[in-house]
Structure formats: C-alpha cells, structure tokens
C-alpha cells in the first residue's frame, strides 16, 4: 500500500501569511493527489484535485503543485477563515490520506 | 444539488454489529462509487473501501477487510457500511463519500461500549 507522510503537523500563521503544506508518496503517484479542508465538527470538503486543479468555488488562494512523490498545498494569504485541518488523498493505488495538518492563527 | 445523508449516532455493545446508511439525492450513484472513510476521536481520516452501486464490486483496505461490508440499493440511492464484530476501536465518525470525494455525508457517530 501507499503511505502518505503529511508534514507539518501543526502550523501556526498570521493573517496575510503564504503558508505552505507538504504530503510525501512511498512511491510515485503520478499527480493523483487531492487536498481537503475539514473544518471542527464538518465533513472534509475537496478543495484541489489532481495536483493543481481548483475545485469549482474554492477561492483561488488555495493552490497546489506538485509530481512524482512530493506535493504541496500553498494558501497564499491566509485568512481567518482558513483555520482548519488539511488532508492530502492519493489515488493513484486505492486511496490513502496523509495524516493532517492543523493549522491555526497566531 | 447533491447531498448525502447518514443515518443517525449508534451505540454499539463489544461483538455486536451496526448498520450504517448514507441516502444519496441529486445524484444516481449508479454513475459513481460511493466510499466510506472513518475518523477516530481526534485522529485524522482513514479510507475503508469503496463499493460500485451498478455491479456491486467492492474494495477493502486491508485492516478492514473482516471489518466492514459495502452494500448498495440503487432503487433507493443508498449505499450501506455493515461494522461487525465492534471493539472500542471502532469508535469513530463514519462519513460516506461519492466517487472523487467531491460530496460527502454529514458523518455519523458509532460509539461502541458496553
């Protein structure tokens, strides 16, 4: 099975900061890789897939890149908002999630 | 617009089994797979296994292969996770989710104690 390593575990930004999010592959997933955002007490929403696609209403802060086994979601300038918890999901082999990121205002 | 709803919080003795049900509107999940996806208390998200409503074939991850069984009634739109043999491990929130995980269920709370 694949594993995803999702990094960090916890990241504390300002307003206005670019705040960059990391999931690493055991093997090659050749770009099939989704972020979500999962909100306390909401059900995860999809917020890119396929590496870079931005899923339709997801504002255009939120981006993601990436190839191979490494990809990243960066939120250009964080908002209030955006306080939550991210996940990455590949799907290349099955399906298996990184293992989150909260991220919080300072 | 789609939605998907679950059934409500069950509470579940050790050794017993719960039924869980996620009604799909907006959508016939005959056109996607409809997966399910755990949460234990204040971990992150864990794939359980995705079921195809239009032939009935299934896939498990491993660790719940003896676990849970995927079903599915496209006359109604529902599709249905069964949880055997409970342990306090399998204390969670249960979501479903359609195919590319595009729309999910509320999430429901399985609490399993005696």
């Known amino acids: 099975d694949i594993q995803m390593t999702q990094s960090p575990s916890f990241l504390s930004a300002s307003v206005g900061d670019r705040v960059t999010i990391n999931c690493k592959a055991s093997?090659?997933?050749?770009?099939?890789l989704d972020w979500y955002q999962q909100k306390h007490g909401e059900a995860p929403k999809l917020l890119i897939y396929?590496?870079?696609n931005l899923q339709t209403g997801i504002p255009s802060r939120f981006s993601g890149s990436g190839s191979g086994t490494d990809y990243t979601l960066t939120i250009s300038s964080l908002q209030p908002e955006d306080v939550a918890t991210y996940f990455c999901?590949?799907?290349?082999?099955?399906?298996?999630f990184g293992g989150g990121t909260k991220l919080e205002l300072k | 617009e789609v939605q998907l709803q679950q059934s409500g919080a069950e509470l579940g003795k050790p050794g017993t089994s719960v039924k869980l049900s996620c009604k799909v509107s907006?959508?016939?999940?005959?056109?996607?797979?409809m997966h399910w996806v755990n949460q234990r208390p204040g971990k992150g998200l864990e794939w359980i296994g995705r079921?195809?409503?239009?032939?009935?074939?299934?896939i498990y991850a491993e660790k719940f292969k003896s676990k849970a069984t995927l079903t599915a009634d496209t006359s109604s739109n529902t599709a249905y996770m069964q949880l055997s043999q409970l342990k306090s491990d399998d204390t969670a929130i249960y979501f479903c989710?359609?195919?590319?995980?595009?729309?999910w269920g509320q999430g429901v709370m399985v609490t399993v104690s005696s």
């Open positions: 907006g959508y016939n999940i005959r056109n996607t797979y």
């Open positions: 093997q090659n997933i050749n770009k099939y």
């Open positions: 079921i195809d409503p239009a032939n009935g074939n299934t």
């Open positions: 989710a359609t195919g590319y995980f595009d729309y």
């Open positions: 999901l590949q799907h290349s082999s099955r399906w298996t």
């Open positions: 396929n590496t870079n």
